[in-house]
């Protein structure tokens, strides 16, 4: 089945500062990669996702890139707020079945 | 739309005690599936039903977990009997689609068992 890994595991950037984090999947069915945000004590909500056809996506200070050949995909947060504090995971499908989640990375921005 | 909504928030019971939580998808969406989160092991897959039809319960523990979606509108999952090992948070999300298509999460329910 698909295996999901996501690194780092936890992350502190100064506020103001990117944050990258990545994934890797084994499954090269996969087609569809979406990144979710969960806040302390909240439910998860996607952020963004991305597409096999596209390399790479933005969405203000969030963007998506996506190595298919490699497989692996980043979330990339610009000039990080407080507010981004959260976990964030990282999916994937296996061929045509529900995600598989990573572990989650537990982002702290620092003001 | 009022989104996910599940119940109860919080559950607290003693092991041995069934316990069933509950879940109303989106309307309109097809796909509900039943989540269970802890610090070990992330965010699980427990079972997905599409047009109420449990497709995949390969993610269910063991066979003291059941789940059920009698109609479009209405989905429990039941633990019995219930062990401490089964504390966690316990999500359902719905999607319009089963795959490749954005998951909207419940609140959550948060269960303790002692």
């Known amino acids: 089945g698909e295996n999901v890994e996501q690194h780092p595991s936890t992350l502190s950037v100064q506020e103001g500062d990117s944050a990258v984090i990545k994934c890797t999947y084994s499954d090269s069915a996969s087609n569809y990669f979406p990144w979710y945000k969960q806040e302390l004590g909240k439910r998860p909500q996607l952020i963004i996702d991305i597409r096999s056809n596209v390399g790479e996506k933005k969405d203000q200070r969030i963007a998506v890139t996506l190595n298919k050949t490699a497989k692996h995909f980043s979330l990339h947060i610009t000039e990080t707020q407080p507010e981004d504090s959260a976990v964030y995971f990282c999916a994937a499908p296996p061929g045509n079945t529900p995600l598989v989640f990573g572990k989650g990375t537990r982002l702290s921005v620092i003001a | 739309d009022a989104g996910v909504i599940q119940s109860p928030r919080h559950e607290v019971t003693e092991m041995g005690q069934e316990v069933t939580l509950r879940c109303k998808p989106i309307?309109?969406?097809?796909?509900l599936f039943w989540y269970r989160q802890t610090m070990m092991r992330g965010l699980e897959l427990l079972i997905y039903f599409n047009n109420n039809v449990p497709i995949d319960d390969s993610g269910m523990p063991e066979d003291r977990f059941s789940a059920k979606m009698p109609n479009a509108s209405f989905s429990t999952l039941k633990i019995q009997p219930s062990e401490p090992r089964d504390s966690a948070v316990y999500f359902c999300a719905s999607s319009l689609a089963a795959i490749r298509s954005e998951q909207f999460f419940g609140p959550g329910t948060r269960l303790t068992v002692l």
């Open positions: 309307s309109g969406h097809n796909s």
